[in-house]
Every structure is written in structure tokens, then in C-alpha cells.
């Protein structure tokens, strides 16, 4: 709709599921739309199924994609990924690197300061993460995903709203979370709690090889 609106070139951008999004719409939108977008920037945003990056339309649209991943990235890695992207310096630790606010920029340059390379801690959790969803049909990943922001928004109600919030009274979110999680479907909660024991098993596994 906006490329039809749009007489020049077109660049896409999005941080996190919006990186993921600009990436995905390219993708998919018509041949007229995909003639004027010259590059899509992501930023620390997910990947995607191992078909979709291996289809040839993502393969057409890879060449003006252009990713941004901090050295802890734990959302960039999500899911699968290219090696094409490039490392940038974060004053954030942890899933704070996320923040974009958090990222290092030289004003000199105007640019991004890079970094050297992905810690150990986003490789790990790159590969549990994707051992997971591996062993998983897409149905019970929705299913995983849609209790898992039950739990989140339950906290959200307590003024929970950040990973920071949750940790300063981390016993009584994570009372609410867990008694969410009571509530739920049996059928549900079973999944739950089984994708759960299938990720402490990744765990193990990717620890002795990371």
C-alpha cells in the first residue's frame, strides 16, 4: 500500500519483531513494491524457519539485507539466521543489549562501533533455543507462545513491565506467573511444562559442547 504511494526508493528498517517484519514483508510483497526497496536494515531482530530462508524468494530478497546484532544478542539469534550480519558494541549486558538506546555510536563517523564477535552465552542460547523448536510442530510452539504471554501478562498487571521490574520482586512475579500457569488447560499446561523439561535438556546437552 505505501509503495504504491511512494514515487522513490523505498528502505526498510525495524528493530526486534520489526526487523523481523520489514524482512518478511519484502519477502512477500509484490514484484512492483520489491522494485523500489533497496535495502532493509534489521536490528537484533529474529530469524525465521529454516524453509523460509531457504526458499527462493528470501534468497532474492537477502542481498540488500542488512543486519545489526550486538555481541550478546539473545533475540538476534532466535531461530535461523544468515552469518551476514554485523557485530556491534552495547553499554547493556544481557538481555539489555537488546536496547537499542544501549548501542555504542561513534559520532565522528556516524556510525555503529563494532564489536568483535558473538559472545558464547547468544551461541548457547542459540542452539538450545533452536533444538527446541526443532523437536516441537509449529502448533506447539503457538500454543507455547500463546501461554507464555498469558504468564507475562499476568505479571504486566502486578506494574511488572520490564525485565528489570520482574527481577526487584522476583518472588511475587513469579508466584503470579506460576499460578497463571495452574490455570491454564491441563492439555495446555502439560505442553507447557514439557517444552519447558525439552529446554533443560538442551541445556545439558549445549553446555558441554559450548
Not at 511512494?6 to 522494485?35: D, E, F, M, P, R
Amino acid at each position: 500500500a505505501v509503495a504504491k504511494k511512494v514515487k522513490g526508493n523505498i528502505i526498510l528498517t525495524g528493530h526486534s519483531k520489526g526487523g523481523n517484519l520489514a524482512i518478511y514483508s519484502a519477502t512477500k510483497c509484490s514484484q512492483a513494491a520489491k522494485s523500489k526497496i533497496v535495502a532493509i536494515h534489521s536490528f537484533d531482530s529474529p530469524g525465521f524457519t529454516k524453509e523460509f530462508i531457504e526458499s527462493k524468494e528470501y534468497i532474492e530478497t537477502e542481498k540488500i539485507i542488512k543486519k545489526f546484532m550486538p555481541e550478546e544478542s539473545l533475540i538476534g539469534v532466535l531461530l535461523n539466521n544468515r552469518d551476514n550480519y554485523r557485530i556491534i558494541k552495547s553499554e547493556g549486558s544481557g538481555i539489555m543489549q537488546h536496547d537499542l538506546f544501549l548501542w555504542q555510536v561513534d559520532i565522528s563517523k556516524n556510525d555503529f562501533v563494532d564489536g568483535e564477535k558473538l559472545y558464547k552465552s547468544s551461541k548457547f542460547f542459540d542452539a538450545t533455543f533452536n533444538d527446541w523448536v526443532n523437536s516441537s510442530t509449529p502448533e506447539q510452539r503457538e500454543q507455547f507462545v500463546e501461554a507464555l504471554f498469558q504468564m507475562i501478562n499476568a505479571v504486566n498487571s502486578e506494574n511488572a513491565t520490564s525485565f528489570v521490574d520482574w527481577s526487584e520482586n522476583i518472588k511475587n512475579n513469579s508466584s503470579v506467573a506460576y499460578e497463571t500457569l495452574k490455570g491454564l488447560d491441563p492439555e495446555v499446561r502439560s505442553l507447557v511444562m514439557h517444552g519447558i523439561g525439552d529446554m533443560f535438556s538442551s541445556i545439558n546437552k549445549n553446555v558441554k559442547s559450548t
